[in-house]
């Protein structure tokens, strides 16, 4: 095929397709006037969730910290007289989250989450840094249902050790001893 017909063929495709996407409808989204509604699993904006009960889920087992590629989260650890553990201060640097949901995936209380709100820019960076009454939210977040100690095992209020759900009596090791 000589050259000059490529040329015409290639032409001609182009052009069709051009001609093809000018009687298509637009598809363009005047943002932010209109925001298009994200999937509940989008990735942006991380807050720290509450239990069904209303209180607080994070115990600061530093896993989400560990997990983090880019160490953007820190806390500090403390309990309560009743056995609950909590975290007296939770900073996360937003300046530097990749949002790869890591920390949400290592999080054994289902407390930390990454939410559809993306709208968090700055232009002083230093807002970007959140502390735990910011990322605190009063209500469970994606997992509704979800309280970490009915199933722990650890002693709280709430129960005592063998008296969780699914959770069997304490076996004494040494009763099989020879
Ligand atoms: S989303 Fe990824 S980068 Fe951001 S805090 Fe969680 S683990 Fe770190
Ligand atoms: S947010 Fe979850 S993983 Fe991170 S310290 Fe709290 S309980 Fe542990």
């Known amino acids: 095929m000589s050259s000059a017909i490529e040329a015409v063929k290639a032409l001609t495709?182009?052009?069709?397709?051009?001609f093809k996407h000018l009687f298509?409808?637009?598809?363009?989204?005047?943002?932010?006037?209109?925001?298009?509604?994200l999937p509940e699993r989008t990735r942006a904006r991380i807050i720290l969730t509450r239990d069904p009960d209303g209180n607080e889920r994070c115990v600061a087992c530093y896993l989400c910290s560990g997990a983090c590629p880019v160490s953007c989260i820190s806390m500090q650890?403390?309990?309560k007289e009743n056995g609950r553990r909590y975290a007296t201060w939770f900073r996360i640097n937003h300046a530097r989250?990749?949002?790869?949901g890591l920390c949400e995936e290592a999080c054994p209380t289902s407390a930390i989450q990454l939410t559809p709100m993306f709208e968090t820019c700055e232009q002083d960076i230093l807002k970007l840094v959140y502390e735990k009454e910011d990322l605190l939210v009063d209500h469970c977040g994606k997992d509704?249902?979800?309280?970490f100690y009915k199933y722990a095992g650890i002693v709280t209020e709430?129960?005592?050790k063998g008296e969780h759900e699914k959770e069997d009596k304490p076996v004494n090791v040494k009763s099989n001893l020879p």
Request: hydrophobic residues 20%.
């Open 24 to 37: 298509r409808k637009p598809i363009t989204e005047e943002y932010p006037e209109y925001k298009r509604p």
């Open 144 to 147: 509704r249902e979800y309280n």
């Open 13 to 18: 495709t182009g052009f069709a397709t051009t």
């Open 77 to 79: 650890s403390a309990q």
């Open 97 to 100: 989250c990749i949002y790869c």
């Open 158 to 160: 709430i129960g005592g």
